[in-house]
């Protein structure tokens, strides 16, 4: 288990109703405040009506219309609007990309050039405006997470950052806002919590023990709710859960204490949406079981057995039986989600492209240092397992 330092600012509201303590959480962060927000799923909730009651003595500006895997031109619009305004925090009331989204213009504000420089060199990054999530949909985890994505249309670029300033100072989690999730965005949030749990648990640090069976349990987590959340939506105990897995997933609970941690899934995921219009989940659910069959060997066997033991209760004495069967019992599980299992199912129906996307996955996603190291080759070679 290696060094580590965990200080995380976020004061995180869990619960029903947690949204009437948001006068009081965001007390001493200036009165005036962006808030930004998505296509309007808040406003069906409730929520826009609540915020705006409960900031009745706040100047609001607002920005709208951040769209799922949230694009540079919208930081640059709430970077000309924080200006405009002199804000002094930002609410963000959405999923991951409306987060994404505010935390990238909350740094921006004070950078003189291009904000998109800053998702190319987050060295860039100096300090930014304080940030405070609302949250909508359990997945990316950015609620209590150090790291944005977004993306670039124009040149095809979708890249994650991250940076001390990025963590929330305040996050309100209700699970009862998940109850409008449409089943699609239910499943595809459930295989990225899953996925962040799972690309960390394969690494090759040692004695990370505590971190390992941490991991177990938000993979067993989403296994157990996801099947329930299928059948009732409204189900609270099976949102709340699902909806602390997201956020354990990523606030560094599972990753402080292993050595490099690289997430290649995400590193190939990433050029599917900078080049198609793909769900984050949908293309990690494509992923993932190819990746694993790709990288199972007598290397990697250790992990992939403990996986199938101990996440899916696998009993079996051949250690490469138990892996084969714990990828199988992993694609059942996304497949129960009635989450894709092959790009073209999502419209990717050419290889057009795959050698530019596997050539900027190797690089943007860090992937020669992966817990198996993976080249342009091998990612052209899990791109084609997954057509
Ligand atoms: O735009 P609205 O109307 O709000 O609708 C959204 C959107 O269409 C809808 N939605 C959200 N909450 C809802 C709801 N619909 C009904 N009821 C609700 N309660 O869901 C759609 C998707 O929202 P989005 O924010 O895009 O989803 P998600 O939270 O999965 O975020 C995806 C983005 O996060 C990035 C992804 O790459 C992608 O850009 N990630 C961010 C990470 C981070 N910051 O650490 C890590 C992740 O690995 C991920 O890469
Ligand atoms: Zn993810």
Not at 30 to 41: D, P
Not at 175 to 204: C, R, V, W
Not at 235 to 243: L, V
Request: glycine share 8%; charged share 20%.
């Amino acid at each position: 288990m290696d060094n580590f330092q965990w200080n995380i600012p976020t004061n995180l509201l869990f619960g029903k109703n947690q949204i009437d303590n948001l006068p009081s959480a965001i007390e001493g962060l200036g009165k005036r405040l962006l808030f930004v927000y998505g296509g309007g799923s808040i406003k069906k909730i409730g929520i826009y009506d609540k915020v705006k009651s409960l900031l009745s003595d706040y100047e609001i500006t607002e920005l709208s219309d951040i769209q799922p895997n949230p694009e540079i031109e919208s930081v640059r619009e709430g970077v000309r609007l924080c200006r405009a305004n002199n804000i002094d925090a930002i609410v963000a009331c959405g999923g991951g990309s409306v987060i994404d989204a505010a935390k990238v213009i909350a740094v921006s504000v004070s950078y003189d050039g291009d904000p998109w420089d800053i998702m190319e060199n987050q060295r860039l990054i100096k300090d930014g405006l304080p940030i405070v999530t609302i949250l909508t949909l359990a997945a990316s985890g950015s609620e209590m997470a150090r790291s944005a994505v977004i993306s670039n249309n124009l040149f095809h670029r979708k890249l994650a950052i991250g940076a001390i300033p990025f963590y929330p100072r305040v996050s309100i989690c209700d699970p009862t806002y998940l109850y409008t999730l449409p089943q699609k965005q239910t499943s595809a949030g459930i295989a990225d919590i899953f996925s962040h749990a799972m690309e960390m648990y394969f690494n090759e640090t040692m004695g990370a023990y505590l971190s390992d069976r941490i991991a177990e349990a938000i993979m067993i987590t989403c296994v157990h709710y996801g099947s329930i959340l299928m059948e009732e939506p409204e189900n609270y105990e099976a949102r709340a859960n699902i909806m602390w897995a997201g956020t354990q997933a990523a606030n560094g609970t599972i990753r402080w204490g292993r050595g490099k941690v690289v997430f290649p899934c995400h590193g190939i995921e990433h050029e599917l949406g900078a080049y198609y219009d793909i769900t984050h989940g949908d293309g990690l659910a494509i992923l993932m079981p190819n990746w694993m069959k790709y990288t199972l060997n007598d290397d990697t066997l250790p992990q992939y057995s403990a996986f199938a033991r101990n996440v899916w209760n696998i009993i079996e004495n051949d250690d490469r039986c138990a892996a084969e069967k714990g990828i199988e019992a992993f694609e059942g599980f996304l497949k129960s989600l009635y989450l894709p299992s092959s790009l073209s199912e999502v419209g990717i129906e050419t290889e057009d492209l795959f050698e530019e996307m596997a050539g900027n996955a190797v690089v943007n996603g860090g992937l020669s240092n992966a817990f198996v190291k993976l080249d342009k080759e091998d990612v052209l070679h899990i791109l084609r397992m997954s057509m």
